[in-house]
């Protein structure tokens, strides 16, 4: 029996909410998170990603700009109309000219830049930064003023990222400093903020978090202040045994371990980004992922203890998925392979999705996204040129247009009859296993077949070990 407790919640209680784009997208979604924020007892740092679907269409704006189609202008002036109409919505009337007069400037100077853009026909990195920033730096004006008493805080002052490769990474000691010294000492109840969007610690460039950026943003506030517990409100029930768009009967799972969570991240389960658990995983801070339009539904909670360990968590699926299949002589030196191999891909900055367990001595096979399956191919012949010449290795293969199937549990590896079950049930169906991985991670048994099979395989799965019969 599980010894978990869930927090209670006290006005002690400090939390960081995080509402995404599905939640501040209408004026409608945003009264669900109005409503959710007002009738919390507690302290909270509200995090709040941009419009739904803002970010994309200032990105496909840009694009219209730096290539001199003319509709950009339409499209800054449908993302104008959009806050306006949001502003008149939701703000209460004593407080839209304060709001209108922060967020028409903001919205002045995105016209000004597309309009540069247009002018020179280019888009540099640094500016379509400053472009896609604009979405947070005004959507979390707007929720500050339709809570009462909140106090809104700008990301670009707190957040810093530092140059690591030519990447913006966050700076996590400037970054938590900050957080401390702004957020920390806030004396209001509420204190809203934007995710995603940050400063250069050196240059003062506008940068961003990337992918994921705003759950990143709101992991590092609760690290930060060491807060009681991360809420990430979408538009779904919490983190489920299967997708319910390809599985009806998927059922919300009610808790996982963060390796849990992040091992189904990993293997495509879109509810948060894995980046963003480490932050408060080392806190040991608890997540819950929970339904902005069903609020009293109890979501996920995601601690630091599994439940029932050796228990199946849930099946999901990543897609356009290719093997590289490596086979020869050279292939039966394990070590010396996979060192081989995965440093010439990590120099080409490609990632692998899958190591196959070896069904013969001199083969070797691994998955990536189907997108980086030439330039793999090309690498690796680079890399065993002389192990080709003198027949070391005696192929190279890419084979394209596969899937992997992931069935997710702590410590599920290690249960010897879980790959056979599977296996055995997707054999009757006639499904066949290109390659699997199982036991060499303690939390998932991985298999890769193709990918007009896999949401039969999903299904059979799920069958097999989530549906009562």
Sequence with gaps: MSTFALPK????????????????????????????????????????????????????????????????????????????????AIIAPEFQDEVSSTVEPMLEELGKLYDGVALIGELPDQTLDRIVSFGERMSSVIVSRMIPGATHFNSLDIIKTEKWFNKNIADTVLTDRNIKETLGLCKSKVAVIGGFISTDRDSGEITNLGRGGSDYTAALVAAALDADCLEIWTDVDGFMTADPRIIPQAQVIDRLSFVESMELCSFGAKVVYPPTIYPVF????????????????????????????????????????????????????????????????????????????????????????????????????????????????????????????????????????????????????????????????????????????ADNALRIIHETFFEKS
């Design 282 to 453: 080392h806190k040991n801070i608890p997540i819950r992922i929970l339904n902005t339009f069903r609020s009293t539904a109890p979501g996920t909670w995601i601690t630091d203890k599994a439940a029932n360990l050796g228990e199946a968590k849930g099946v999901t699926s990543v897609r356009k998925i290719s093997i590289i299949e490596i086979e020869g002589k050279s292939a039966e030196n394990v070590p010396e392979i996979n060192s081989r191999t995965f440093n010439s891909l990590a120099k080409s900055g490609i990632s692998v999705k899958l190591v196959s367990q070896p069904t013969a001595d001199s083969s070797f096979s691994f998955a990536v996204s189907t997108s980086d399956s030439q330039r793999s191919a090309k690498a690796l012949e680079q890399e065993f040129a002389p192990d080709m010449e003198t027949g070391e290795i005696s192929r190279i293969q890419a084979t394209d247009g596969m899937a992997i199937i992931a069935i997710v549990g702590e410590n599920i590896g290690h249960e010897s009859g879980t790959g056979p079950r599977i296996l055995n049930s997707l054999q009757r169906a006639g499904i066949s296993v290109a390659t699997s991985s199982h036991g060499a991670s303690a939390m998932s048994h991985a298999y890769v077949v193709a990918e007009t099979d």
């Design 9 to 88: 919640y006290t006005g002690a209680y400090m939390k960081v909410l995080k509402f995404g784009g599905t939640s501040v997208g209408t004026a409608e979604s945003l009264t669900y998170v109005k409503h959710i924020v007002e009738s919390g007892e507690d302290r909270m740092v509200v995090v709040v990603s941009a419009l739904g679907g803002l970010t994309d269409k200032l990105l496909a704006t840009a694009a219209l700009a730096s290539s001199g189609d003319q509709r950009y202008k339409d499209n800054m002036l449908s993302i104008a109309e959009r806050h306006r109409g949001i502003i008149t």
